[in-house]
């Protein structure tokens, strides 16, 4: 039934959009109904659909990081437990297919006459889940100071709610009913995915359905592998680094060397530094999530993005690395922060097998900011823990300047709207604008950044966790790079330079002044 799918490009393009339909309106169900401004405003969540191998079928245009990783999650949980009529597992464990332990994974089977035909998941990001410091993105040298570490458990069993497991979860965070607002919302969207599927099921019959998604599957690594055929022969290498691990001040090189053999691909990481005292390590996870996203960029067609991406390159990321550490590494700067880095070294090695495709580095940071402390608006004061990040330049590419002031590559979130941060938090925006002249010159030029200043109006604990503040984000075929970022202290009329990545405690009346990078130039000016 596989190979009529395939010789019926009308009925697999139909399939393809039912499919993602369903994952769409699981993140419109997400979003409408969870509490965080994180979830509900800035979307950081993905949905997805799997088939019972544990294999991504269709997703929504959600977050690449999320989506890259999912599999590996859902396979985990697949190793871990098995699933009957009305679970509902969640986990966050970066070392089983997480990607930190802010995103929190629920999934739920879907079953048609006994049989498991499909798993419907998303993850989303949860602006506090314990650790040292609140929004649990701190400066850590080890995973259990970023928070608590959920391996896969049942929330329902067969439809009945595990409270308990609930409990001990939101006693071990700084904002429990928002936690419990935005879980209630992941375990609701997962009902609307398992409610469509089945509504699939029963029109089109179970066979059928699963056959649509080996369909999809082999679709996309038939054009994955068309893709790679049509480059080169050879091995493309290309490394980078990170500014630091927040720990120590020394960069962080990151390697790769792509080799093209035929309609397949190897990609080797070998050679990468080794992990790091700080946050900044990755998980394969991370690390798979990322060259998926970069091969379907490249491919440039309205094709699925699912796991048959992903089939012809084999992923060499040694144990041990900053691209595939080992527990207890910490995190939590691996998935917003090195997951750009490696994308960046990606494309930069593709670039020379495929320069008409390959755009110059975009910003190669998330910004991520974290703001936590006891909101006096409220009577008695309730903590708070608010996350954000800030978007910045998207580098030029063959024929178009970048785009200025927008979130790239690894991140495909939205901005915190003004309003909704003023209103939920004890926080004013003093400054939010475009930063002129901060892209790479170039035929094309790079997108330019952000000016984002935010004011405290209490005292609160804050950390910023970004990059690309000592490199510049690369230009290619002659383009110039963008500019660095910066972070500033803005206090009683004195202006501090702030680290990359840093935390410390902040009075009321103190406005943290991030400076976003500007995206690579792409092209010789004359």
């Given at each position: 039934?596989?190979?009529?799918?395939?010789?019926?490009?009308?009925?697999?393009?139909?399939?393809?959009?039912?499919?993602?339909?369903?994952?769409?309106?699981?993140?419109?169900?997400?979003?409408?109904?969870?509490?965080?401004?994180?979830?509900?405003?800035?979307?950081?969540?993905?949905?997805?659909?799997?088939?019972?191998?544990?294999?991504?079928?269709?997703?929504?245009?959600?977050?690449?990081?999320?989506?890259?990783?999912?599999?590996?999650?859902?396979?985990?949980?697949?190793?871990?437990?098995?699933?009957?009529?009305?679970?509902?597992?969640?986990?966050?464990?970066?070392?089983?297919?997480?990607?930190?332990?802010?995103?929190?994974?629920?999934?739920?089977?879907?079953?048609?006459?006994?049989?498991?035909?499909?798993?419907?998941?998303?993850?989303?990001?949860?602006?506090?889940?314990?650790?040292?410091?609140?929004?649990?993105?701190?400066?850590?040298?080890?995973?259990?100071?970023?928070?608590?570490?959920?391996?896969?458990?049942?929330?329902?069993?067969?439809?009945?709610?595990?409270?308990?497991?609930?409990?001990?979860?939101?006693?071990?965070?700084?904002?429990?009913?928002?936690?419990?607002?935005?879980?209630?919302?992941?375990?609701?969207?997962?009902?609307?995915?398992?409610?469509?599927?089945?509504?699939?099921?029963?029109?089109?019959?179970?066979?059928?359905?699963?056959?649509?998604?080996?369909?999809?599957?082999?679709?996309?690594?038939?054009?994955?592998?068309?893709?790679?055929?049509?480059?080169?022969?050879?091995?493309?290498?290309?490394?980078?680094?990170?500014?630091?691990?927040?720990?120590?001040?020394?960069?962080?090189?990151?390697?790769?060397?792509?080799?093209?053999?035929?309609?397949?691909?190897?990609?080797?990481?070998?050679?990468?530094?080794?992990?790091?005292?700080?946050?900044?390590?990755?998980?394969?996870?991370?690390?798979?999530?990322?060259?998926?996203?970069?091969?379907?960029?490249?491919?440039?067609?309205?094709?699925?993005?699912?796991?048959?991406?992903?089939?012809?390159?084999?992923?060499?990321?040694?144990?041990?690395?900053?691209?595939?550490?080992?527990?207890?590494?910490?995190?939590?700067?691996?998935?917003?922060?090195?997951?750009?880095?490696?994308?960046?070294?990606?494309?930069?090695?593709?670039?020379?097998?495929?320069?008409?495709?390959?755009?110059?580095?975009?910003?190669?940071?998330?910004?991520?900011?974290?703001?936590?402390?006891?909101?006096a608006r409220a009577n008695p004061p309730r903590p708070f823990a608010y996350y954000e990040t800030v978007?910045?330049?998207?580098?030029?590419?063959?024929?178009?300047?970048?785009?200025?002031?927008?979130?790239?590559?690894?991140?495909?979130?939205?901005?915190?709207?003004?309003?909704?941060?003023?209103?939920?938090?004890?926080?004013?925006?003093?400054?939010?604008?475009?930063?002129?002249?901060?892209?790479?010159?170039?035929?094309?030029?790079?997108?330019?950044?952000?000016?984002?200043?935010?004011?405290?109006?209490?005292?609160?604990?804050?950390?910023?966790?970004?990059?690309?503040?000592?490199?510049?984000?690369?230009?290619?075929?002659?383009?110039?790079?963008?500019?660095?970022?910066?972070?500033?202290?803005?206090?009683?009329?004195?202006?501090?330079?702030?680290?990359?990545?840093?935390?410390?405690?902040?009075?009321?009346?103190?406005?943290?002044?991030?400076?976003?990078?500007?995206?690579?130039?792409?092209?010789?000016?004359?």
């Amino acid at each position: 039934m596989t190979a009529a799918f395939l010789r019926d490009p009308i009925k697999l393009e139909i399939f393809k959009h039912l499919l993602g339909s369903v994952a769409a309106e699981m993140g419109a169900a997400l979003r409408r109904s969870a509490y965080s401004p994180n979830i509900k405003e800035r979307r950081d969540f993905s949905c997805a659909l799997f088939d019972p191998a544990g294999n991504m079928a269709a997703q929504a245009a959600h977050m690449p990081v999320h989506l890259g990783a999912m599999p590996l999650s859902v396979q985990a949980c697949m190793r871990a437990l098995q699933f009957s009529l009305g679970d509902v597992v969640i986990m966050n464990d970066p070392f089983q297919g997480g990607t930190h332990l802010p995103d929190i994974t629920v999934i739920t089977p879907v079953f048609a006459a006994g049989e498991l035909i499909a798993l419907v998941a998303n993850r989303a990001h949860h602006a506090d889940v314990g650790g040292v410091s609140p929004g649990s993105m701190p400066l850590a040298s080890e995973l259990f100071e970023e928070g608590l570490v959920i391996p896969p458990l049942k929330l329902v069993q067969r439809g009945e709610s595990n409270q308990a497991l609930l409990d001990m979860l939101l006693a071990n965070v700084r904002t429990p009913q928002e936690r419990s607002g935005d879980i209630r919302a992941q375990i609701a969207a997962n009902r609307t995915g398992v409610k469509r599927m089945s509504e699939l099921i029963a029109r089109y019959g179970a066979g059928e359905v699963s056959a649509a998604m080996r369909g999809l599957l082999h679709y996309s690594e038939r054009m994955t592998r068309w893709l790679i055929a049509a480059m080169p022969d050879g091995v493309y290498r290309f490394s980078d680094c990170m500014d630091d691990d927040g720990v120590n001040p020394e960069a962080v090189e990151i390697r790769v060397a792509v080799t093209i053999d035929g309609d397949a691909a190897t990609v080797d990481f070998s050679g990468t530094a080794p992990q790091c005292r700080g946050s900044i390590n990755a998980t394969r996870a991370i690390t798979v999530a990322a060259t998926m996203y970069v091969f379907r960029c490249l491919l440039g067609l309205d094709i699925p993005a699912n796991s048959g991406c992903l089939a012809p390159i084999r992923i060499i990321a040694p144990e041990g690395t900053v691209v595939n550490a080992r527990p207890p590494a910490a995190v939590a700067g691996g998935n917003v922060e090195t997951s750009q880095r490696i994308t960046d070294v990606l494309l930069g090695a593709l670039a020379q097998a495929t320069p008409e495709r390959v755009p110059a580095a975009s910003q190669g940071t998330m910004n991520n900011l974290t703001v936590g402390g006891l909101d006096a608006r409220a009577n008695p004061p309730r903590p708070f823990a608010y996350y954000e990040t800030v978007g910045g330049g998207m580098g030029a590419g063959p024929g178009k300047d970048g785009a200025h002031a927008i979130h790239t590559h690894m991140t495909n979130t939205l901005n915190t709207p003004v309003e909704a941060l003023e209103y939920a938090y004890p926080l004013r925006v003093r400054s939010y604008e475009v930063r002129r002249g901060s892209g790479g010159a170039g035929c094309h030029r790079g997108g330019d950044g952000i000016i984002r200043e935010i004011e405290l109006l209490d005292g609160a604990q804050v950390t910023l966790l970004s990059d690309r503040r000592q490199s510049r984000p690369y230009g290619l075929e002659g383009g110039q790079p963008g500019k660095s970022g910066r972070n500033m202290l803005l206090r009683a009329g004195a202006e501090k330079e702030l680290p990359g990545k840093t935390r410390f405690t902040a009075r009321a009346g103190d406005v943290v002044s991030i400076h976003t990078p500007g995206g690579g130039g792409w092209g010789s000016e004359t």
